[in-house]
């Protein structure tokens, strides 16, 4: 059945790092949120896209992370340089795009990427 | 700005009993409500959402939702969990005037006494 794909699943590396995280949405979907998740702070919106468009990024630190859609089928989140403080599990969720607005949509969620940064 | 409290952290409930969630939220008008349900190690599952008409809802693996707009409240049911059922939920609330925005509670970890 059809599925949000997330790479890779796990991630190590030390600060300073460039980290890139990949996201394939659903075929057909055409909106894509990316989140982060922490213990602290629980689940976080970072960015949302529909047709490849930014249209909403206000919860992503924007001196360091980039998130983009080279295409319909991949949405990348990359961090450059990383820190130790961005360790958290990030998920991709795709969604079809019917609903009126954005936050309406039933969300597909990834398996996420669970980042580690030394 | 909108806020959403799931006052409770962990709940333990023998298998075969009832369950309720709860939550809250603070918003002026009318939002659209959701339930998300995580298993270990997996990314977030809809359970159940509400945006209008009839407050009981009806969701999926035999759940259901009624949204008190007195209480502010939507808090999630079953009348007997299953072993299965051990996860993390989280209830969400998607605001629709002015600035859009969507908010996840904190979660309530859910576990299954055999």
């Known amino acids: 059945d059809a599925r949000v794909t997330q790479t890779p699943r796990d991630k190590v590396t030390e600060m300073g790092q460039e980290v890139t995280m990949r996201c394939q949405p659903i075929?057909?979907?055409?909106?894509v949120f990316w989140y982060r998740q922490t213990m602290m702070q629980g689940l976080e919106l970072l960015a949302y896209?529909?047709?490849?468009?930014?249209?909403?990024d206000s919860g992503m630190p924007k001196d360091r992370f980039s998130a983009e859609m080279p295409d319909a089928t991949l949405a990348t989140l990359k961090i450059q340089p990383s820190e130790p403080r961005d360790s958290a599990v990030y998920f991709c969720?795709?969604?079809?795009?019917?609903?009126?607005?954005?936050?309406?949509?039933?969300?597909?969620f990834g398996p996420g990427t669970r980042l580690l940064v030394l | 700005a909108q806020s959403v409290t799931q006052p409770d952290i962990h709940i333990t409930v023998s298998e075969g009993a009832s369950l309720e969630l709860r939550c809250n939220y603070s918003?002026?008008?009318?939002?659209?409500l959701f339930w998300y349900v995580q298993s270990p190690g997996q990314g977030l599952q809809l359970l159940l959402k509400?945006?209008?008409?009839?407050?009981l809802v009806q969701g999926i693996k035999g759940f259901e939702a009624e949204f008190k707009r007195s209480q502010s409240s939507f808090n999630l049911r079953k009348p007997s969990v299953h072993w299965s059922d051990a996860a993390e939920y989280f209830c969400?609330?998607?605001?629709?005037?002015?600035?859009?925005?969507?908010?996840f509670g904190q979660g309530t970890r859910l576990t299954i006494n055999p």
């Open positions: 969720a795709s969604g079809s795009g019917l609903a009126g607005g954005p936050y309406q949509e039933t969300q597909y």
């Open positions: 075929l057909g979907h055409n909106t």
């Open positions: 896209f529909r047709n490849r468009a930014p249209l909403d």
């Open positions: 918003y002026g008008a009318t939002p659209y």
């Open positions: 509400y945006f209008s008409g009839d407050t």
């Open positions: 969400a609330v998607a605001t629709l005037q002015g600035a859009q925005k969507l908010v």
